[in-house]
């Protein structure tokens, strides 16, 4: 029995020799024939064994804060790394002459972070290196999220002393997708009188109104004979006489019904990382005082304007900041600057957020539902409390709107093509002969063009196209 266990921690320290050696070898520099294998790197705060071929009988370190030196016998140097730097070791034969001036290196030690990378980011094509006392970080990640964990990772082992020279790979343009859809709905429904009385006395005619008087202000006006005239729209009026008294009656009822329906689908493409913006519309005139009693103009513009800014996170995740914006001149609010100018309002709705979402995902980022419902009695007092002929001296105004938005976005992740394979819509359009012009009437050439053109000019657009509204 202790033959077997005698045996069996024989081999057993066998194994351990065997392991052991290499990493021995690892961490010592050879001197053959007066001359080092290769200059000598040694990680701070680590020591490396230089192996001589001849015995030494001196050796110095030029820079001792760098490295530390000592002896382990004639023939073997114990070199500790101090601070990160590049200095020499020299040796000395027994009789003075030089043996080699061995190169060393001191940088930091990057082992252990090399392994953390490789465990927080397998499969990414990293470099690690050293430059004086910092970190260097070389190679192609697939994205900028783990480009950002790979430089964290770096600080820790060297505060603000990372070199980033890793670049993205992939496709790295994104081309935002919008749709504005805006649908504006109106309803209006008024019911009002007038009453005009006239006598043989001028300046004893009355006009009666029921109503606000801004709608009905001078409806009505009584002509000889009891006719009237009115400038209302769907007016519908009676005129009388009895004796020398002439009178004339107006009804106004009236409904209106309005829909109006705006979408616009912008499409713009940017680079990771970089800002871009859109604007399709107009610029607005303001005049602004300046110095001297002067007045100069500036421009306020409207229309449908996006401005977007995408990163591209990681793989196919994409981190937008997007501010979407619809706006319009208002005709219906007025204000007066100075003698004879006179500007209009805006009407703006805007939306600025930060949302993400993966390749050819959409997200409706916003949405916006208004009401507004306006309701008005008016009558003439006691008159228009009798009953059956009351209504003749009240009028009643019911007016509604309602106006609803919605804004989708959708972003793709893009690559440039040729241009051979993309059309433009004036491709499909030549100008035309003077026969086709003169004896054809013809606007446009039929000639056809060739390759991609020729296929987008082939499309049929002889019926409807475009939105249709029934």
Known sequence: MSMKRTLAAGMLGVSLCTVAVPAAQAETLKIVNGSATSALTVPMNRAVVVESDQPFAELS????????????????IYVLGKAPGRTTLTLLAPDGKLITNVDVQVSLDVAEFKE?????????????????????LSGVVSSTAKLDRALD??????PDR???????????????KVRFAEMQRSVTKRLQTSLGIRTPDPTRSVNVEAGTGAN?????????????????????????????????????????KGLVRTLSEPNLTALSGQEAA???????????????????????????????????????????????????????????VGTGITL??????????????????????????????????????????????????????????????VIIITPHLVSPTRGEALALPTDRV??????????????????????????????DYSGSYGYVME
Not at 61 to 75: E, H
């Open 116 to 136: 953390r990378l490789q465990q927080i980011l397998p499969g990414e094509n990293i470099e690690v290196r050293t430059a004086n006392d910092g970190i260097v």
């Open 344 to 405: 209009n309002a805006f009407k703006r709705r805007e939306a600025q957020t930060t949302v993400e979402m993966r390749d050819g995902e959409s997200f409706a980022i916003a949405g916006l539902l208004q009401d507004d419902f306006t309701d008005s009695n008016g009558q003439i007092p006691w008159l228009g409390d009798v009953p059956v002929l009351g209504a003749l001296f009240r009028s009643a105004d019911f007016q509604r709107n309602q106006s609803e938005l």
């Open 61 to 76: 370190i030029a820079n001792p804060g760098i490295a530390d030196i000592s002896t382990l016998s004639d023939r073997s």
């Open 162 to 176: 990372v070199s980033n020279l890793m670049v993205v790979g992939g496709t790295q343009q994104v081309m935002l």
């Open 153 to 158: 990772l770096a600080k820790r082992y060297a």
């Open 278 to 336: 859109f604007l399709a519309g107009g610029e607005y005139p303001i005049p602004v005082a300046s110095e001297n009693n002067t007045v100069t103009v500036e421009y306020k513009p409207f229309g449908v304007e996006l401005t977007f800014k995408p990163v591209v996170v990681d793989d196919d995740i994409i981190n937008l900041s997007i501010n979407a914006a619809v706006s319009s001149i208002d005709t219906t609010i007025q204000t007066s």
């Open 216 to 256: 009905l202000n001078g409806a009505v006006s009584v002509a000889g004979g009891g006719g009237f005239t009115t400038a209302q729209t769907g007016g519908f009026g009676i005129g009388f006489t009895g004796g020398s008294v002439q009178f004339g009656i107006l009804l106004e009822a009236l409904e209106q």
């Open 430 to 459: 030549k100008a035309p002969t003077e026969a086709e012009l003169f004896l054809f009437g013809k606007t446009a050439s039929t000639g056809k063009s060739k390759g991609a053109i020729g296929e987008v000019s082939k499309q």
